[in-house]
Every structure is written in structure tokens, then in C-alpha cells.
């Protein structure tokens, strides 16, 4: 029970793993949102992995944070594609990639504590 905290950095893993080997290929229309979608599910991932190690993990808020931040994301680039304002995208970027450092620091931290390196 105690190493259940590995099955979905097992299952990033393997998905990567997937992905460089079945190397499908992406029409460079899709190459964006794509892209959001792949930071969406990483923010996903760790954030659950933080959950998990803090001990409050709830699957059904991981379940639909994971589909309803995928589907925002995504919505931002259309309407920015939409609109004519391509760059839109970078805010979500920006909103993963923030909360994407902030939960691997959070991670890390508790890694050490509970460790006792700190």
C-alpha cells in the first residue's frame, strides 16, 4: 500500500515509452493543441502523484480535472485559432507549465522530508 504512489508515475512512464516507440504521426494542424493536451495531462499526472503522497488523493477529481483542464485547454487554442489570435495558446502553456514545476517541487520536497534529507 505504501508504494501505491508509483502506479500512475508507472503509467507516465509507460506512456512515454509508447509514444517514442509507436512514433505516430501528428497533422501539424493538431501539432498545438496536441501539445496542450499532452501539458494538461502531465499537470494531471503529477498532480495526482502529489494527491497521492500527501494522502489525499480522490480518483473522481483526478478523473474529471484531468478531462475538464484537456477540454479547457484545448478550447483556449480554438478560440485563439479562431479569432485570429494564434498566441492564445500560451496561456495555457504558461498556466501548466507553472502548476507542472510547482507540483514536481512540492514532490520533491516531500520525497526529502519524508526521506529525512531535509
Do not use: C, Q
Amino acid at each position: 500500500m505504501r508504494r501505491l504512489y508509483l502506479v500512475p508515475l508507472l503509467g507516465l512512464m509507460a506512456g512515454v515509452l509508447l509514444g517514442f516507440v509507436l512514433k505516430i504521426p501528428i497533422p501539424a494542424a493538431y501539432v498545438k493543441y496536441f501539445g496542450i493536451a499532452v501539458l494538461a495531462a502531465l499537470d494531471s499526472a503529477f498532480g495526482g502523484l502529489r494527491a497521492s503522497l500527501e494522502k489525499n488523493f480522490n480518483d473522481r477529481l483526478f478523473v474529471t480535472g484531468f478531462f475538464s483542464n484537456t477540454l479547457m485547454a484545448a478550447f483556449i487554442v480554438y478560440i485563439g485559432d479562431g479569432i485570429g489570435v494564434e498566441e492564445l495558446y500560451l496561456a495555457a502553456v504558461v498556466a501548466f507549465g507553472v502548476r507542472l514545476f510547482r507540483n514536481l517541487a512540492l514532490i520533491r520536497r516531500h520525497i526529502f522530508r519524508s526521506r529525512g534529507w531535509e
